[in-house]
């Protein structure tokens, strides 16, 4: 929930010469540095050095990721597209196994973009890697003019290092593996469609962003190698990724709607706007596959954190129906769950 | 040149059933799977697990860095997008003092792009990298609405090994260091502000976007710790670096008009347009600070590599004026060569 304080009431805005960004902060020249130096790093609390960052010697095996941010809008409940650009990578690296250590951070900026939003959006940066433990150690910032872009869009790499506990793959998936699931589906993308919408709903539907790693180390270090598969499900929501798991494993994946955790406020929303909770984007849910004989340990792990005090075990992977993933309904008739093709919902993340 | 290829004859765009990015390539779904199973894979020639990498473990330092890229236009003469966003993360790394290693590539796609433009770029990234001795290990495709981005921007990401001599600080510039710069100055800001005119000039003025990694390489080679600062000098020019380089330090620079190296149709154009070519942006140009008594042989290390044929010692550091940068002129006046405020020549990389 820290990710969530007032940060623009906690920290304010510093006395500034320009209230908005303008094409000369990309030039590279003064106007760079002063964006940099009275903005960028003041609010990340960094001494920065923009062009490289050198970095201690670790031991043992490295995970290394990236992933763009292009999210509207880029303030919705529960957070923005700074705590979710930091969010979104350090969960990539947690799904290998590995604990984050540091980021990249590179921004391309419209022109005319306030800059209390980008006060905002850094601070959201700052309080999300400080509480993960990781640095942003390394930047760039580019401007494009009004019209070539849209406010912001965030760029996030990361670094982490494996923890000895990981061997995750999607050729480790085998039939009689249990399926857990961290805790309720669909919130990150339903509140960005509401949002999109302007729909109002009874209960408040927020975002679920956060640092999954705290959930993986936990079931790392409970379970050990019979975590045979890790993935946050985001775009394409629940079903792209275990139509994808079941494709590179070669087995079939068997779910039990009546196990799929869903609150009811989104579950409201996916009936209004016509979406299947399946396949909607999450940005801070854990799924799992793990041995069989693993599986209660596991649950347990997931549901003695506060992340997880929802996690459930949604399905079993069979050997049967290769590369399909089949669900029980409520009513005990089966359907397939396919891929979707195209876009439910653009620019979730 | 190997990077000058026709990349569109000698290795065909396969039949698709769609010629343009739509939306549901960024959906995360089946079309995005398409997308990278049959154009962005084959194109660079890998096999893609999307969301992270695992790294083999790494002895010593590493560095890392990043750049977001969003030159305008996409195509121009001696590169494009792709291979300037793999030489520019390339170059980053070596100015570190590090081997490049591992990049990641991440796109912001716009809605229309035409899929024989991504193509083409993917080519040249595949091209840049595999002659760079570099792997592309993980990547992101993002795609936002037709009017909110402008055909494509490039994040790359880069990881590297510190080269055993490497020791790059701005803090080790001190009085009587000679400054050489790897080659003439202000080809690349030139190409790219020439082709959004209209511009044509007598000589072909080609951007200089190339890996520096091998002439930094020898740099370290020949002269160990007695390199002090090197950088690449791109946005805002070889001006902006020296002015930075001078305030880090505490040191004051001498320039000598008549050493700087400048192609006469680069000259000519810079005239024709108005610019100064010590804002230009470069984005193949090394500029290095090393000791007096390893000067020359710094000189010849460049001057022994094909990219380094026109390299020059451009200028001294001096205990005089700390922090400016002072030009004598080809008439022997002298003038203060300061940081530009804002934008000179917008959207170059």
Known sequence: MI????????????????????????????????????????????????????????????????????VHPLFFPGGNIGDLAVNGTLNDLAMCGAQPRQLSLSFILEEGLPIADLWEILHAIRIAADSAGVAIVTGDTKVVEKGKGDGVFINTSGIGTLLPEANIHPRRIQPGDRILLSGPMARHGITIMSQRQGLQFDAAVTSDTCNLFPLTRLLLETCGKDVHFMRDP????????????????????????????????????????????????????????????????????????????QAAIIGTVVAEHPGMVIMESRIGGKRVVSMLPGEQLPRIC
Chains 1, 2 share one sequence.
């Open 3 to 70: 990710a969530n304080a007032p940060f623009s009431l906690s920290c304010p805005l510093p006395e500034l010469s320009f209230d908005r960004i303008m094409l000369g902060h990309g030039s590279g020249g003064s106007m760079t540095r002063q964006l940099l130096d009275e903005v960028i790093f003041p609010a990340l609390d960094i001494q920065g050095e923009h062009d490289g960052a050198v970095l201690e010697p670790v031991t043992g095996r490295m995970a290394f990721t990236t992933d763009s941010f292009v």
């Open 234 to 309: 985001t775009r394409g929501g629940v079903a792209t990724v275990l139509n994808e798991a079941a494709l590179s494993s070669g087995t079939g994946i068997h779910l039990l709607e009546t196990a799929l955790p869903l609150d009811s406020a989104v579950e409201g929303a996916c009936e209004i706007l016509g979406l299947d909770p399946l396949y909607v984007a999450n940005e801070g849910l854990l799924l799992a596959v793990v041995a069989e004989a693993a599986a209660a340990a596991a649950l347990a792990a997931l549901q003695s954190h506060p992340d997880g005090q």
